[in-house]
């Protein structure tokens, strides 16, 4: 974690330009594609205490709103994705969906017009619901605060439109509730996982309200 924390520092110093006064805003839409890792990915035969196992890959959709000055940004943004949930623990047709919003810091470079490049961290607030097949009893979980650490690139394609990709890791400790079942863990799971987003952004130029470079 030192590790990661020192690449993030370093990146962060090596964006931020000597003169960068403009103000800009920025909204994108996005689709995901979801990785779940960890005891949230286990099979039943192999996690011994995750009550929420068995995830595979899933697709979701989100929203990301940000302002800031120069390379330093705020943001906020809402996910919604749907993890497949193909063992015993989910019977037949499972799945879990995880829902929440998140906001954070924003460090972006605008040393380059058409190329972007950013990276970002912030607090994530999630929930979990679990369904299996056409039961209408699924397990359920509190809207706890993780954490999410991505970078990515701003893709300029016609001048206010562009292209985001980005990947995420999504890190949380959530206390599931099974009907029938009283605290299967107080102490909470991990529901962790890896999202690979692709994002339309729209947003206004970098000198639409500050003064404008010297070239």
């Known amino acids: ?27 994108a ?20 205490s995750g009550v929420v196992s068995g995830a595979k890959n899933g697709f979701g959709y989100g929203l990301e709103a940000g302002a800031g000055i120069g390379p330093i940004g705020a943001y906020a943004g809402f996910d919604h994705i749907k993890f497949d949930c193909q063992v015993i623990t989910c019977y037949d047709a499972g799945n879990y969906t995880l829902q929440g919003a ?14 972007r490049p950013f990276i970002k961290g912030g607090v994530t607030f999630n929930n979990l619901r ?6 209408s009893n699924g397990l359920s979980s509190d809207r706890a605060p993780g954490y999410e650490l991505g970078a990515g690139v701003d893709v ?21 509730k099974v ?22 952004t729209f947003h206004t130029p970098y000198t639409l309200f500050g003064a404008r470079r010297a070239r």
């Open 29 to 48: 839409l996005r689709g995901s594609g979801g990785i779940p890792t960890g005891t949230f990915a286990e099979d039943q035969s192999s996690s011994s």
């Open 179 to 200: 009907p029938g079942v009283s605290s299967p863990n107080p102490d909470g799971q991990g529901v962790n996982y890896f999202t690979f987003d692709v994002g339309l």
């Open 102 to 115: 998140s906001i954070g810091l924003k460090l972006s470079s605008h040393g380059f017009s058409i190329l």
């Open 130 to 135: 679990g369904s299996y097949g056409s039961s």
């Open 156 to 176: 300029s394609l016609l001048g206010l439109i562009g292209l985001a990709p980005q990947v995420r890791y999504v890190g949380q400790n959530l206390k599931v």
């Open 1 to 27: 974690m030192k590790r990661v924390s020192s690449v993030f520092g370093v990146l962060a110093i090596s964006m931020i330009p000597a003169t960068a006064s403009a103000q800009w805003i920025s909204l």
